[in-house]
């Protein structure tokens, strides 16, 4: 909930708040009304304590009338306050997984998925973008919309691979991921410019079992110009959209955009946002001009880098295990357990995705 105008009216029943150093700072029991006060955080108005705060109630908390689970950290900053939900790490691995993959995956490719999740959510803590948020809830990380209701099959495939990370050359890797290659995933470098000696484009048919193998999707003519309009092209009914640039792989890496006397090049990749991640599914496609509009035909959904969600089920179901399946996909990698044991953190509380 970053940037919550205060005051805020938080709720529970014996709610108790206290510092980071564990001292008990205030109780309340029913509703309190929170706003900051620069920096300070005024509870109910009669106290003012430094930030950040924990807030724990035994029955549950409910913030501006939204169900928080667990134990919340509460910042203010420049007269704003800030919620973070802080859950215990395998409830957090549990609940990305439930949103980014099918209940109906093969366990072993929900615990390859698992480890990347967990990996990738331990790398952004300790590389936060804000310190008061250690993972950003929406599509930019990954999705993350609380932890009620997460099937058993996600809370299994968390506790099958608690506390395992992937390492590379001793330091955690970033293991990104998507839904289907669609025959050959794509190098970190083609994706983020960057290139990552574990994430190299590796070749996978075992995603064809995904809807997304194949997809097409038509594209109207004043949908076309929308998005060239997007893309800095005001275009007439003369626009014309063809891929001007691949990358080794065969996905597209620039799109040039026709009108008139206008041609402008553009990255694929402010393309297929223009258009829509769920309509123009991967860069891995064609586009031709039919019936004033546009045919596009693809391979795969997503960026392409580093593990096939899809690839890993299909390997899983011909009998691969999770450490198969994730060696395939990030090269050089090694299983390794977090110093410590998993302990809980801030993640991002419902936020807009
Ligand atoms: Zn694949």
Redesign the pocket.
């Known amino acids: 909930m970053e940037g919550t105008p205060s005051p805020l009216l938080l709720a529970g029943d014996s709610m108790r708040a206290w510092n980071p150093a564990g001292s008990l700072l205030a109780e309340e029991n029913g509703s309190v009304r929170l706003s900051a006060a620069g920096d300070r955080i005024a509870w109910g108005g009669m106290k003012m304590l430094d930030s950040p705060i924990d807030v724990w109630s035994p029955g549950g908390l409910s913030l501006a009338g939204k169900r928080l689970p667990g134990r919340i950290r509460i910042s203010a900053r420049n007269g704003g306050i800030r919620v973070v939900a802080v859950v215990p790490l395998e409830v957090y691995v549990s609940a990305v997984l439930s949103r980014e993959a099918p209940p109906t995956f093969h366990p072993e490719a929900l615990s390859a998925l698992a480890v990347a999740v967990r990996t990738y959510t331990v790398l952004a803590i300790a590389t936060p973008r804000d310190p008061d948020y250690d993972v950003v809830a929406g599509v930019e990380d990954q999705v993350f919309e609380g932890v009620e209701n997460v099937g058993a099959g996600f809370r299994a495939a968390a506790e099958a691979t608690r506390g395992e990370v992937l390492h590379y050359q001793g330091g955690l890797a970033r293991t990104v991921y998507h839904s289907?290659?669609?025959?050959r995933?794509e190098s970190a470098g083609a994706v983020w410019g960057n290139d990552v000696a574990y994430l190299r484009s590796v070749p996978?048919?075992?995603?064809r079992d995904?809807p997304a193998w194949r997809w097409e999707y038509r594209m109207g003519r004043a949908e076309g110009v929308r998005v060239a309009l997007a893309l800095g092209v005001r275009a007439g009914d003369d626009l014309g959209i063809e891929i001007a640039g691949r990358t080794p792989t065969g996905r597209a890496s620039q799109v040039r955009l026709l009108s008139g006397s206008v041609a402008r090049e553009a990255k694929a990749a402010m393309f297929r946002r223009a258009a829509g991640y769920a309509a123009v599914k991967s860069l891995w496609m064609e586009i031709v001009p039919v019936g004033g509009g546009w045919r596009l035909t693809g391979n795969?959904y997503g960026h392409g880098a580093g593990m096939?969600q899809?690839?890993g089920n299909?390997m899983a179901k011909k009998g691969s295990g999770y450490k198969e399946i994730l060696a395939r996909y990030y090269l050089r990698t090694r299983l390794a357990f977090l110093p410590g044991g998993p302990g809980p953190f801030a993640g991002g509380a419902g936020g807009t995705p």
């Open positions: 289907t290659c669609g025959g995933t996978c048919d075992d995603c995904s795969g096939c899809w690839g299909g």
